[in-house]
């Protein structure tokens, strides 16, 4: 089958088309012939050699796909060959077809079409085990999203709004701060040339955010903790702008906040099955009662899986950006 490797660590160029053997499924797993896979930073920082895939994790890229059940393996129920699916995976999405523990399968959400639906499990699962199953934001707070104009952001406004929070979100152009306004959200900043900071104290009269999603790391820890509310919460789930900064534990403890770490794709299937279903629970009807909707920015065929990579390190896409098959 046709599949998207890495030949060494670097730039875009070194994804390379190749053609790889075809998976089976283990007991507990299904086979899926790919109609979409999403791209994330993910990937790229695979690529480039600083996130190697979990111990016998697939090595090819790719952390969540759609398509159709070719083959399914013992001891899975619920699941038949020709169902519609889309899927959360460790790796291996930027191929043909791909094995899946059966606990990280979601259905194709009604009135989403097969394609599309590539675009929404990394970031729902990422939005809502962090958001709402680590961070408990509740109706009425306020949630700060960095990076509002990206898969992840665009997901966790809308979910935020959907549940009743307050949205604040950092963007880095006027075409994505307006596009993050026409989402929902209630506070817009531009990080080149304002400070978030100021802003979300200004704009939430001094209270602050009671929840912080935060992609950066350690340019943005000092200045995320003392936007924070009182019992505050940061979760910190990428290191865009580095991973070793000083922290004001007296900030901290004068706030009685939180910093918490956390990544999905070394989690455990049975961790990962959780989330899975919470999202199908909590997240499936907002998508197919119209409330929440995948954004996606554009689509490349499989084998210019390099060119969505470079339009991705580029950051001029607003939602996803998907490979088809």
Not at 91 to 106: I, N, R, T
Not at 219 to 228: P, S
Not at 250 to 268: D, N, S, Y
Request: proline letters at 6%.
């Amino acid at each position: 089958m046709r599949a998207i490797t890495i030949s060494e660590p670097g730039e875009a160029d070194v994804l390379v088309p190749t053609e790889v053997d075809a998976p089976t499924p283990k007991p507990g797993e299904v086979v899926v012939d790919v109609v979409a896979a999403g791209v994330n930073r993910a990937d790229v920082q695979q690529r480039r050699g600083f996130y190697d895939p979990p111990p016998g994790a697939s090595p090819l890229p790719g952390l969540e796909v759609s398509g159709r059940i070719s083959a399914v393996g013992d001891e899975v129920e619920g699941w038949q060959v020709g169902d519609e699916v889309c899927a959360l995976l460790v790796g291996g999405g930027y191929a043909e077809q791909v094995a899946v523990p059966a606990g990280q399968l979601l259905p194709v959400p009604e009135g989403v079409s097969v394609d599309d639906a590539a675009a929404l499990p990394e970031v729902a699962c990422t939005v809502w085990s962090n958001v709402f199953l680590t961070a408990n934001i509740q109706p009425g707070q306020w949630l700060l999203v960095h990076g509002g104009s990206s898969g992840i952001g665009t997901m966790a406004i809308q979910l935020g709004k959907a549940v009743g929070a307050h949205v604040a979100v950092t963007a880095g152009t006027q075409e994505k701060l307006d596009f993050c306004r026409e989402l929902g959200a209630d506070i817009v900043v531009n990080y080149k040339d304002e400070d978030f900071v100021e802003k979300v104290r200004e704009g939430t009269g001094g209270h602050g955010a009671d929840v912080i999603l935060d992609n950066m790391g350690a340019k943005y820890l000092a200045r995320n903790v003392e936007t924070l509310a009182i019992s505050g919460r940061l979760v910190v789930i990428g290191l865009m702008g580095g991973r070793r900064a000083e922290l004001d534990l007296g900030t901290l403890l004068a706030k009685r906040a939180a910093v918490i770490a956390t990544t999905l794709r070394a989690r455990p299937d049975t961790e990962k099955a959780t989330i899975v279903a919470a999202v199908r629970e909590h997240v499936w009807p907002l998508v197919e009662s119209g409330v929440v909707r995948p954004v996606i920015h554009s689509r490349h065929p499989l084998e210019k899986a390099a060119d969505a990579h470079r339009e991705m390190e580029a950051s001029t896409h607003i939602g996803k950006i998907l490979l088809t098959t």
